[in-house]
């Protein structure tokens, strides 16, 4: 017998990709950046943290990646 299932939902009950890429741009216009469909594309399957960094360094901002973090999990 199992004693625990872990579900990924994403891409199978749910698509969040979409959401995700929005919030991405809301967060680069916010910076006055543009977010590109390809710098999104680059972040998918990437841990939280390295979205983070990655985030950061894309839009030179002076938040955290833990801030960026939690801007994006906040909007999705």
Same mark, same amino acid.
């Given at each position: #017998? !199992?004693? @625990?299932?872990? !579900?990924?939902? &994403?891409? *199978? ?5 979409? =959401? !995700? #890429? +929005? %919030?991405?741009? +809301?967060? @680069?216009? %916010?910076?006055?950046?543009? !977010? *590109?469909?390809?710098?999104?594309? %680059?972040? $998918?399957?990437? @841990? /939280?943290?390295? *979205?983070?960094?990655? $985030? ?5 901002? &002076? /938040?955290?990646? @833990? +801030? =960026? =973090? ?7």
């Amino acid at each position: #017998m !199992w004693d @625990a299932v872990f !579900w990924d939902l &994403d891409g *199978t009950l749910v698509h969040t990709g979409p =959401i !995700w #890429m +929005e %919030a991405e741009r +809301e967060l @680069a216009t %916010a910076h006055g950046t543009e !977010w *590109t469909r390809e710098d999104g594309l %680059a972040l $998918v399957g990437l @841990a /939280l943290t390295d *979205t983070g960094t990655l $985030v950061k360094e894309r839009l030179k901002s &002076d /938040l955290s990646g @833990a +801030e =960026i =973090i939690d801007f994006l999990v906040e909007r999705v």
